[in-house]
């Protein structure tokens, strides 16, 4: 038993049949035959490649993880083949986008970015119990030693979002901060690293949604964030507090807030209905 506990995966894919479970009576079984191919298709990818690669056989847990991530975010109403085609994509680009031997992008989402940059909806049907998702999460974090990824994405989300009038906790996606955004290999160790790597993605979310409606926030902003994770594994942490300190000696931080807090704010930018609206789809979908 503490052998299966230590692998975190473990207890991803266990979150996923829960969820599901949950799920299968809010929804048409339509939604649960649909994640089910998704992670059915990734796992078959990931063996035939590793077997082409590396000349051998490994239970895929890491695709089964990004094929339901895939399938349970695209919006299951779409054709089969978006659901092949993107399921394929996250796995391909793991082994095909490297960096010093390592993928750089977290393959779910690199396929997910590409899917609301094309202008696919996304609509997070998989989220079908945030109490599970947070408890299960905070022990993944924990475990991981990821809750400085959490601390910084969400002092920064729900401090952007909160000067705008807006409650975070309403668009807020659990399952992006306790899953996608702490995805071991994509987003860095160490304390500074793992705060700077969410503040970025936190940060990111927020310019998204102002200025960029059109696209997941969540999704582009974990992108981001990735890209950024090749030049933060090159910093030495103490060149990374030096950073940290000369940001909060010239206030850089106080003069973004200064800039977002003026007239201009979220709700002159989409308007009172759309802030409304976005709030419906993120708790209507839960």
């Not at 974090?141 to 401090?159: E, R, W």
Request: glycine share 6%; with cysteine.
């Amino acid at each position: 038993m503490k052998k299966i506990l230590n692998d975190k995966r473990n207890l991803v894919i266990a979150l996923f049949f829960i969820l599901l479970f949950i799920k299968s009576f809010q929804t048409d079984f339509l939604f649960i035959i649909w994640v089910l191919a998704g992670a059915f298709i990734t796992c078959f990818a990931d063996m035939f490649l590793v077997k082409i690669l590396k000349k051998k056989y490994t239970f895929p847990k890491s695709a089964i993880i990004s094929g339901v991530i895939v399938a349970g975010i695209l919006d299951y109403h779409q054709t089969w083949f978006v659901l092949v085609i993107f399921s394929l994509v996250s796995i391909f680009s793991k082994y095909l986008i490297k960096y010093n031997s390592r993928h750089i992008f977290n393959p779910a989402n690199f396929s997910l970015a590409i899917a609301t940059l094309c202008g696919l909806p996304l609509t997070w049907n998989i989220e079908a119990n945030i109490y599970i998702i947070i408890a299960c999460g905070i022990y993944i974090a924990y475990t991981l030693k990821k809750m400085p990824h959490l601390c910084g994405f969400l002092v920064f989300f729900a401090g952007l979002f909160a000067v705008q009038g807006v409650n975070p906790l309403l668009l807020i996606s659990w399952l992006f901060i306790f899953v996608m955004l702490i995805e071991p290999k994509t987003s860095g160790y160490g304390i500074l690293r793992g705060f700077i790597f969410g503040s970025i993605s936190g940060v990111s979310a927020f310019l998204i949604f102002k200025f960029f409606p059109q696209y997941d926030l969540f999704i582009i902003s974990l992108f981001i964030a990735n890209l950024f994770n090749i030049l933060l594994e090159k910093i030495k942490p103490e060149s990374l507090s030096h950073i940290l300190k000369f940001f909060y000696k010239s206030k850089v931080i106080g003069l973004i807030v200064k800039l977002f807090s003026g007239p201009d704010n979220l709700a002159k930018t989409h308007g009172k209905s759309g802030i409304l609206q976005i709030q419906k789809w993120r708790v209507l979908l839960r």
